[in-house]
């Protein structure tokens, strides 16, 4: 039998024992590891201890031994590459291990389908801004996020720290990946003081429907009648999402408490806009619009979700 039958058969035999069975790890290395070994498939065992975890490759491992030896797992013995990562981890992000764990934990919940669910999710890691540098963690993490999450990301952020915020929404609105693009606006139109109405209907002129519609939704959220070219043009468009959403974003925009405005047609709203216009300065002009990003013929995107 070779030796890596032995370690296999060995590992085979601590299994079928109990799942709880003390043993120390003899690596080729001349390290002794004490632990509880469980496997983690045909080619790695997991060795944790009262304070870790560690795995190993079996052709790492010399021998395992039964014992009743629990141990405490050494990483700097162990594996001092492990040992490092962690600690460059926590110097570039100000968290250990475990907040880390938390944070990301609550994050994941950012994807969720549900509004509800999401909406606790952001409100949970605002508060635990209280208990360490949530923000600090996210503003250095946050390339690593996919587009599903980072949402919920820049939210957490804006609501601890708007004023360092700001440019970092702002990098967001020329994103190469649509659905970012499409958020950072989203934001814009819950965070009047970030951007301009000129800024936000530059999503309008961009190439995906989805950053369109964010737009012109934003748009309406600010309540700035100069847009009402733009969402003009919008009635205009072939795509009915667009002329929906520009029509509810002009009833929005010109409603009052007393006096709501909810005409059906282009031409009673171009007729509207020739009636009101004097009423409104510098009104903002289509043709005038750029694309937030524009993107390199010959090229695509892979969005990380």
């Given at each position: 039998m070779t030796m890596k039958s032995k370690i296999a058969y060995?590992?085979?035999?601590?299994?079928?024992?109990?799942?709880?069975?003390?043993?120390?790890?003899?690596?080729?290395?001349?390290i002794a590891i004490d632990g509880t070994v469980t496997k983690v498939n045909a080619n790695c065992v997991a060795v944790r201890s009262g304070n870790g975890e560690i795995i190993y490759q079996t052709d790492e491992i010399d021998r395992i031994e039964e014992n009743d030896k629990k141990g405490t797992l050494d990483l700097a013995r162990a594996n001092p590459a492990a040992l490092q990562h962690e600690k460059t981890l926590e110097e570039l992000t100000g968290l250990n291990a475990d907040q880390r764990e938390k944070v990301i934990a609550v994050v994941d919940k950012f994807a969720a389908e549900d509004a509800n669910e999401r909406k606790q999710a952001i409100n949970q890691l605002i508060g635990m801004q209280q208990k360490f540098d949530v923000f600090r963690f996210?503003?250095?993490?946050?390339?690593?996020?996919?587009?599903?999450?980072l949402p919920g990301v820049l939210e957490v952020m804006l609501a601890i720290d708007s004023a360092r915020t700001k440019p970092i929404v702002m990098e967001t609105l020329t994103n190469q990946?649509?659905?970012l693009r499409a958020a950072a606006l989203e934001l814009l139109g819950r965070h009047r003081e970030l951007a301009s109405a000129e800024t936000i209907a530059r999503g309008t002129a961009d190439a995906d429907i989805e950053v369109q519609i964010a737009a012109i939704n934003a748009l309406a959220q600010s309540g700035d009648r100069r847009?009402?070219?733009v969402l003009l043009d919008m009635l205009m468009k072939t795509n009915p999402r667009l002329q929906n959403a520009g029509k509810a974003a002009l009833s929005r925009i010109w409603s009052t408490k007393d006096a709501p405005v909810a005409l059906e047609t282009p031409d009673q709203w171009i007729a509207f806009w020739a009636q009101?216009?004097?009423t409104v300065s510098r009104a903002i002009e289509v043709a005038s619009l750029e694309p937030l990003y524009v993107q390199p013929p010959g090229t695509y995107v892979l969005a990380h979700e």
């Amino acid at each position: 039998m070779t030796m890596k039958s032995k370690i296999a058969y060995s590992l085979a035999a601590l299994l079928l024992a109990s799942g709880a069975t003390a043993d120390t790890v003899m690596l080729k290395n001349g390290i002794a590891i004490d632990g509880t070994v469980t496997k983690v498939n045909a080619n790695c065992v997991a060795v944790r201890s009262g304070n870790g975890e560690i795995i190993y490759q079996t052709d790492e491992i010399d021998r395992i031994e039964e014992n009743d030896k629990k141990g405490t797992l050494d990483l700097a013995r162990a594996n001092p590459a492990a040992l490092q990562h962690e600690k460059t981890l926590e110097e570039l992000t100000g968290l250990n291990a475990d907040q880390r764990e938390k944070v990301i934990a609550v994050v994941d919940k950012f994807a969720a389908e549900d509004a509800n669910e999401r909406k606790q999710a952001i409100n949970q890691l605002i508060g635990m801004q209280q208990k360490f540098d949530v923000f600090r963690f996210l503003n250095e993490s946050r390339q690593g996020f996919g587009a599903r999450v980072l949402p919920g990301v820049l939210e957490v952020m804006l609501a601890i720290d708007s004023a360092r915020t700001k440019p970092i929404v702002m990098e967001t609105l020329t994103n190469q990946v649509a659905t970012l693009r499409a958020a950072a606006l989203e934001l814009l139109g819950r965070h009047r003081e970030l951007a301009s109405a000129e800024t936000i209907a530059r999503g309008t002129a961009d190439a995906d429907i989805e950053v369109q519609i964010a737009a012109i939704n934003a748009l309406a959220q600010s309540g700035d009648r100069r847009a009402t070219p733009v969402l003009l043009d919008m009635l205009m468009k072939t795509n009915p999402r667009l002329q929906n959403a520009g029509k509810a974003a002009l009833s929005r925009i010109w409603s009052t408490k007393d006096a709501p405005v909810a005409l059906e047609t282009p031409d009673q709203w171009i007729a509207f806009w020739a009636q009101s216009s004097a009423t409104v300065s510098r009104a903002i002009e289509v043709a005038s619009l750029e694309p937030l990003y524009v993107q390199p013929p010959g090229t695509y995107v892979l969005a990380h979700e």
